[in-house]
């Protein structure tokens, strides 16, 4: 194998690019609600032991990129655009006004605007610190963060307490520091109803993310069952405007089924928003891209949404991999990411009209024949071979993963 000069290796990539075949136009992933991050775009490829791999890009150049790749939607932190220095001065505005020409002039959309609260030391000790002055300057960044979501035309607001937490036992005392992080969402959310009146919009769908490990080494609201908790405690002046925005891999980490998190949030009518990436269980936040870990579970959890029909957005929160140049971002990372996602939610969609599945599922809601359904040894005989359909079931769903329900096989 020769060495390949670097003048020829992103000749090499777009060709072995082309020749896997498969990718839809950037008119095709229009049509699905798929949003892309600022910050995943960006992302430099640095973490807590690595130094940044990739160039720094503005948010001109990432929303350039996604309307060349057909991705229609586009997301934000306060401060992955906005230094936070200028966070609600004239600095701000000048800035917003810019990303709107951009957004513009790609024909994109800002369908959802987040408030850092975990980065910066002023959050050492959490949005909702014991420190007054700490707990007023988290009002006033997510009462900003809701004028600018509105300013750039946003539907969703997502909160990300990371920091809600503490690292040693006793510092805190959990339910004060419950109460003060509801303080912050009910000024979020009172300042929506104003804007929102004065601009005659609708009010932003306020969603919280859940994440079981890290930053702290406790975290006092871990999964979104917590969350879902926590919306209705009565700790929140408006419950009915919070809901949740669940990430595939924070569910996956802590060793559950993210498809029964998200049934839980249907059934409660707060699955609003979803963070799409995978990974690993019991492991760290590695945000790799949708499909590449788990792409039998993915099939099911898009079934369950389609079955539902959900009807939010899909943001790509996941992090290009730190092997991946600046140009691979954007020629590779985020067109496959889509292209997977599109296949998988079509897939789905030839799992629910599966006559196979369909007669199967049927069968074992039908049940066995009658019997006397105070006798459970009746009860189990009149079941036992419908029962073996559920293993039946989960190897259609492989067929219909790698093609095999289309005859496909391979020889031995």
């Given at each position: 194998?020769?060495?390949?000069?670097?003048?020829?290796q992103?000749?090499?990539?777009?060709?072995?690019?082309?020749?896997?075949?498969?990718?839809?136009?950037?008119a095709?992933?229009?049509?699905?609600?798929?949003s892309?991050?600022?910050?995943?775009?960006?992302?430099?490829?640095?973490?807590?032991?690595?130094?940044p791999?990739?160039?720094?890009?503005?948010?001109?150049d990432v929303?350039?990129?996604?309307?060349?790749?057909g991705?229609?939607?586009?997301?934000?932190h306060?401060t992955?655009?906005?230094?936070t220095?200028?966070l609600?001065?004239?600095?701000?505005?000048?800035?917003?006004?810019l990303?709107?020409?951009?957004?513009?002039?790609?024909?994109?959309e800002c369908?959802?605007?987040?408030?850092?609260?975990?980065?910066?030391?002023?959050?050492?000790?959490?949005?909702?610190?014991?420190?007054?002055?700490?707990?007023?300057?988290?009002?006033?960044?997510?009462?900003?963060?809701?004028?600018?979501?509105?300013?750039?035309?946003?539907?969703f607001?997502?909160?990300?307490?990371?920091?809600?937490?503490y690292?040693?036992?006793?510092?805190?005392?959990?339910?004060?520091t419950?109460?003060?992080y509801?303080?912050?969402?009910?000024?979020?959310?009172?300042?929506?109803?104003?804007?929102?009146?004065?601009?005659?919009?609708?009010?932003?769908?306020?969603?919280?993310?859940?994440?079981?490990?890290e930053?702290?080494?406790e975290?006092?609201?871990?999964t979104?069952?917590?969350?879902?908790?926590?919306?209705?405690?009565?700790?929140?002046?408006?419950p009915?405007?919070?809901g949740?925005?669940?990430?595939?891999l924070?569910?996956?980490?802590?060793?559950?089924?993210?498809?029964?998190a998200?049934?839980?949030?249907?059934?409660?009518?707060k699955?609003?928003?979803?963070?799409?990436?995978?990974?690993?269980?019991?492991?760290?936040?590695?945000?790799i891209a949708?499909?590449?870990?788990?792409?039998?579970?993915?099939?099911?959890?898009?079934?369950?949404?389609?079955?539902?029909?959900?009807?939010?957005?899909?943001?790509?929160?996941?992090?290009p991999?730190?092997?991946?140049?600046?140009?691979?971002?954007?020629?590779?990372s985020?067109?496959?990411?889509?292209?997977?996602?599109?296949?998988?939610?079509e897939?789905a969609?030839?799992?629910?009209?599966?006559?196979?599945?369909?007669?199967?599922l049927d069968?074992?809601k039908a049940?066995?024949?009658p019997?006397?359904?105070?006798?459970?040894?009746a009860?189990?005989?009149?079941?036992?071979?419908?029962l073996?359909l559920?293993?039946l079931?989960?190897?259609?769903?492989?067929?219909?993963?790698?093609?095999?329900?289309?005859g496909?096989?391979f020889?031995?």
């Amino acid at each position: 194998m020769k060495p390949v000069p670097a003048t020829k290796q992103q000749a090499l990539v777009d060709r072995l690019t082309k020749a896997c075949g498969g990718a839809y136009t950037a008119a095709t992933r229009r049509k699905y609600y798929i949003s892309g991050p600022q910050w995943a775009a960006a992302y430099q490829g640095q973490a807590l032991f690595h130094a940044p791999t990739r160039e720094a890009i503005g948010f001109e150049d990432v929303i350039r990129e996604y309307a060349k790749i057909g991705i229609g939607h586009w997301t934000t932190h306060d401060t992955d655009v906005i230094p936070t220095p200028a966070l609600g001065k004239d600095e701000q505005w000048t800035i917003v006004s810019l990303i709107q020409k951009s957004l513009k002039k790609h024909g994109l959309e800002c369908s959802m605007v987040t408030t850092e609260t975990f980065f910066h030391a002023v959050w050492a000790a959490s949005p909702a610190a014991e420190s007054p002055q700490v707990r007023e300057y988290a009002s006033f960044r997510v009462r900003n963060t809701v004028d600018v979501g509105h300013e750039l035309g946003a539907k969703f607001a997502v909160y990300w307490p990371g920091s809600l937490g503490y690292y040693t036992q006793g510092a805190v005392e959990e339910t004060e520091t419950l109460r003060w992080y509801a303080d912050a969402l009910n000024a979020a959310c009172e300042r929506d109803i104003e804007v929102a009146k004065k601009k005659k919009r609708p009010t932003l769908k306020h969603c919280l993310e859940a994440k079981p490990f890290e930053p702290q080494a406790e975290i006092l609201l871990p999964t979104s069952d917590a969350m879902m908790a926590f919306i209705f405690s009565g700790l929140l002046t408006h419950p009915e405007m919070v809901g949740l925005n669940p990430e595939y891999l924070h569910e996956l980490m802590w060793g559950a089924a993210p498809r029964a998190a998200l049934a839980r949030a249907l059934v409660a009518g707060k699955l609003w928003h979803f963070d799409i990436n995978d990974g690993y269980r019991l492991k760290h936040d590695v945000d790799i891209a949708i499909g590449l870990v788990n792409p039998l579970d993915w099939l099911n959890v898009l079934v369950l949404l389609r079955s539902h029909n959900y009807n939010g957005p899909f943001n790509l929160d996941y992090k290009p991999p730190r092997t991946t140049s600046n140009r691979g971002v954007f020629s590779v990372s985020f067109p496959t990411a889509v292209d997977r996602f599109i296949t998988l939610w079509e897939m789905a969609g030839d799992v629910i009209s599966d006559p196979i599945i369909k007669e199967a599922l049927d069968a074992l809601k039908a049940g066995g024949e009658p019997v006397d359904t105070r006798d459970a040894e009746a009860v189990t005989a009149a079941h036992r071979d419908l029962l073996t359909l559920h293993e039946l079931v989960a190897h259609r769903m492989f067929q219909i993963l790698v093609g095999a329900h289309r005859g496909r096989t391979f020889s031995a």
